[in-house]
């Protein structure tokens, strides 16, 4: 029984598949006139869809961030490690900006200070965790005035104050911009309604 499915079938000249070779004529006018062999994958495809076939799935393609054409293929590794203007956050800060700008903004957000709580000194950003590793926890005599003792006296004294007084503030400065803006947007929409009433 074997033998008899092995001479059963022939391998078709235009896709190279095994077919019954009773319908081995049949078959190839048919693969030969609809179907076409893609010169990128060597898939076989109908004719009339080989264009869609190309674009959807070999076209070069253009990042949405930085417009830079690759590879399809490539593009989910360049928008997540590569592209300059992926998204990513400042080591220090947290905020979120362009991996272009993030040098830059590094160079500056590591200069800023922060006081010890343990030694009671500022300490750059950029350094705070290599000093957290050596800190003793012993104050060390800080030049400086005693107006700067006293203010990061007053900040430890007072933390949650600050922070909640900051955000209070912020929400007001928002409250009061959007109510601003629903005024202005209801006054200009009034105007508007009026004129359109008298024509």
Same mark, same amino acid.
């Given at each position: ?16 598949? #095994? /077919? !019954?070779? $009773? ?8 693969? $030969?006139?609809? +179907? ?9 495809? !109908? ?6 076939? &190309? ?5 070069? *393609? ?12 490539? +593009? #989910? ?6 592209? !300059?203007?992926? /998204? *990513? ?5 947290? &905020? !979120? +900006? ?9 160079? *500056? ?53 600050? #922070? $909640? ?7 007001? &400065?928002? /409250? #009061?911009?959007?109510? /601003?803006? *629903?005024?202005?947007?209801?006054? +200009? &929409? ?10």
């Amino acid at each position: 029984m074997a033998i008899a499915s092995e001479e059963t079938t022939r391998i078709c000249n235009h896709c190279d598949r #095994a /077919i !019954p070779s $009773s319908n081995i004529d049949l078959h190839y006018a048919h693969c $030969s006139r609809n +179907l076409e062999r893609c010169k990128v994958c060597g898939d076989m495809i !109908p004719k009339k869809h080989a264009e869609e076939h &190309f674009l959807n799935t070999h076209a070069p *393609v253009a990042c949405s961030l930085c417009s830079e054409t690759m590879e399809r293929e490539i +593009l #989910a590794i360049h928008k997540g490690e590569i592209c !300059p203007q992926r /998204i *990513v956050t400042c080591d220090f800060c947290e &905020f !979120p +900006l362009p991996a272009i700008d993030l040098a830059e903004h590094q160079e *500056v957000c590591g200069n800023r200070t922060e006081l010890c709580h343990l030694c009671n000194r500022y300490v750059r950003l950029r350094e705070r965790y290599n000093h957290e590793s050596r800190c003793t926890g012993i104050a060390e005599n800080n030049e400086g005035s005693s107006r700067d003792v006293r203010a990061a006296e007053r900040e430890q004294a007072h933390p949650r104050r600050q #922070a $909640s007084e900051y955000s209070r503030r912020r929400i007001l &400065f928002t /409250i #009061a911009i959007t109510g /601003i803006a *629903v005024l202005l947007g209801s006054l +200009l &929409f009034q105007k508007k309604t009026d004129s359109s009433h008298v024509h």
